[in-house]
């Protein structure tokens, strides 16, 4: 099947013959379930798969010493590409020079920081960040999650995690630095990029997956806010198989279609939205985490399969989600 007929929404839609393939993969994702796996009480998901092997695989996978960053810069501005952050002092020069603390044998100043988390910055979704049937991950009630926070699943629980991490850099495997707005990642594309790299995903891995999405905010801020490529029912599968802890994407979502309200008619009409709901197959029925709206660019430059991945969302106590800057060692 051509590149064209797997992934390309045109006006008349994805193909029907893969329609239905993805919607073959989406009834096999739905079906799967981690809940129980690791105790009625267990709270941290796939995390549990990330044993000692998989730490040491992934300082195995480190030939260079060299750190990458995984986030843009938080801008105390909002743009479209990197979210927005409300960033002011607290205490700084001007207080100073205004005469404030003139008893004081030095100057300081004083961060405070107001952060959106869920489709403003680089950040992870938690455990108790979506739910269906009223029933959140590892069969906990969703009436769980109130205005202060959620009584159980909160970002606490993860801690931190270091594993390998595996590159899946489909835009380049495309020819492309920046996948059209249309793209569908499907199993296919998955398995070629770990053909093309001979990395093999396994138990325990984090996987970042490269779009290039951000380049359309520079190119066309319209075209950004609306539906993405992303990943699909198939994809999802495939990567659910292998036991993973974590998907990142450097979407706003992960999956296709999505475009966080800022096209809800463009994203109701995309043949994707049916195909392609990773969240509630990832979140609540596996435990597998979502890492989103990364900067892989220079992971991209860095032509790389294999890292030593780690990332650790502040302790809020609650909170479904937090901002994080996620680390790649080469």
Known sequence: MSVD???AVTESGLSEEALETERTAQRALAARTNWGRWGADDQ?????SVTAQAVMRGIAAVKQGRVIPLSPVL???????????IHFMGMDGGDFAAGAGRNLD??????TFILAVHGATTHLDGLAHVWTGGKMYNDNSGNLVRSWGARRLGIEHFGGVVTRGVFLDVAAKEGLDCLPPTYLITATDVQECEQASGVEITEGDA?????GWPLMAERDPATFRGVQPGVGSSA????AERDICLVGADNGAVQAAHSYGHDAAAEAADPRSEIADI???FLRNLGIYLLEMMDLSHLHEAGVPE?????APLRVQGATGSPVNPLAVI
């Open 5 to 7: 007929d797997l992934n």
């Open 44 to 48: 941290r998901g796939a995390l549990n």
């Open 75 to 85: 801008k105390a501005r909002s743009d479209a590409a990197s979210g927005g952050a």
């Open 106 to 111: 030095r100057q300081f100043a004083i961060d």
């Open 207 to 211: 996987v970042l997956i490269h779009t």
């Open 236 to 239: 999802g599968e495939y990567l």
């Open 279 to 281: 969240h509630i197959a």
């Open 307 to 311: 890292f030593l991945f780690t990332v």
